[in-house]
């Protein structure tokens, strides 16, 4: 059940280089960011923050909390490290095409990372099968790997679709289906999923089980479903399945203020204040803030003040959300996963030092307190179109990606070095 070494790692090291860049072209070109937020270079920003990070971290993250906290073995091999190298270069493909607005070769990116993400997922999934963990952190984990291929193949054919348009479709309608199944049916599927496992440990607290925990995956999913016919059916249905959508996320919700209200004891090296448990804790008020506006979204009439409006679901849903969560996530599987490999070079024959004690702490601050300060300021810039917000944010975000790599490899360091 040891996770595999270097997997995790290029992974990780992949999704930090793709948020680094997405942030740096904010500091450095706020200006051809702002506006409506349908243009190529919004959409490579975009696609190098949802696949680059959030679903490179998630593959990573798969490696690591699939044997560990699913009990599920996943041993790397040449198949993995092909998977790696296809969705790294598809992912650079598709934001290279981008951003130079040449939708053509965005394609063939976009097939590169379709085949490795089904690969991941259908190990996931033949994993779960037999995993020895409650249904309730099972089926929405399955749920969320059946949606990114689902999610995946939509946006090849969006793609398709954008170069020779042959869907009697609204092209933007077939953009926000993949958007939504992308985000909230595979990432938020996921956090609900590997939450139910994982947050008990970061907090730490009892673990959820019963009929809100089942009740909040298939809430969840019966509004993504609807919500995706919704937009390619012409809005029909839209505010039902959003409400379905947000019922689904609150009863997930509502578990974690369970898991707040059965907390256990830390562990005496848990050092406080516990930068890890505040980015997910955040993280969650940022949720409930994307629910609340993408509900009213779904039932307001269209305007000028919606569009800016969708800039900020955008990013409290995709920044403050998904993002953060994997920031507070990663913060402690990281240290795990280093203190195991640690103590497996040691021979089993000496402990590493305390996994809780290998961060640097001024730079976990840091890095809480730019993710703190830039995601509103970037919420802010984008709804007023303001460039020197955007860039004051980009910057705050691009130190707090650098600090928490340089932070990642100085707990390896500690850890792994005899």
């Known amino acids: 059940m040891m996770p595999a070494r270097w997997v995790p790692l290029l992974y990780f090291a992949f999704a930090h280089a793709c948020l680094a860049t997405a942030f740096a072209a904010l500091a450095l070109h706020p200006r ?217 996320l609150g009863t997930f919700l509502s578990r974690v203020a369970w898991m707040l209200r059965h907390r256990r004891p830390a562990p005496p090296e848990l050092r406080r204040p516990d930068w890890g448990t505040g980015h997910a804790l955040q993280a969650m008020m940022y949720l409930l803030a994307a629910c609340g506006l993408g509900l009213y979204l779904a039932l307001a009439e269209r305007s000028e003040t919606t569009l800016a409006l969708a800039s900020v679901y955008g990013v409290l849903g995709l920044l403050g959300f998904l993002s953060q969560i994997v920031v507070g996530v990663e913060s402690r599987i990281l240290p795990l996963f280093g203190w195991l490999w640690g103590f497996a070079d040691r021979g089993h024959a000496e402990l590493p030092p305390s996994l809780h004690a290998a961060g640097v702490r001024p730079l976990q601050a840091l890095v809480f307190l730019c993710w703190t300060v830039g995601v509103p300021l970037l919420a802010f810039g984008l709804a007023a179109d303001h460039a020197p917000a955007l860039s004051l944010a980009g910057t705050g975000l691009l130190a707090a990606v650098v600090a928490s790599l340089v932070n990642a490899a100085v707990v390896l360091a500690r850890l792994w070095h005899r």
Request: net charge positive; hydrophobic share 60%; aromatic share 10%.
């Open 32 to 248: 051809s960011l702002g506006g409506f937020f349908y243009h190529p270079r919004m959409l490579a920003v975009v696609h190098l923050v949802t696949l680059g990070w959030i679903s490179a971290s998630i593959l990573g993250a798969i490696y690591v909390i699939g044997p560990l906290a699913f009990r599920m073995p996943l041993p790397a091999g040449l198949a993995d490290y092909l998977a790696f190298s296809g969705f790294a270069v598809g992912v650079a493909g598709m934001a290279g095409h981008f951003w130079t607005d040449r939708p053509p070769g965005m394609v063939w990116g976009a097939a590169l990372v379709t085949s490795a993400m089904t690969f991941v997922a259908a190990r996931g999934l033949k994993g779960l099968r037999r995993a020895p963990v409650p249904l309730e952190a099972r089926l929405p984990v399955a749920l969320a790997f059946l949606n990114v291929i689902a999610a995946a193949a939509l946006g090849v054919l969006a793609g398709v679709n954008k170069v020779a348009p042959f869907v009697p479709i609204a092209h933007l309608a077939l953009v926000f289906a993949h958007a939504h199944l992308a985000a909230v049916g595979f990432g938020a599927m996921m956090v609900v999923g590997a939450g139910y496992r994982m947050l008990p440990m970061i907090l730490p607290a009892a673990m959820p089980r019963g009929a809100a925990a089942y009740a909040s995956a298939v809430l969840l999913e019966i509004g993504v479903v609807g919500l995706v016919w919704s937009f390619v059916a012409g809005g029909r249905g839209l505010s039902i399945a959003a409400a379905i959508t947000v019922a689904g």
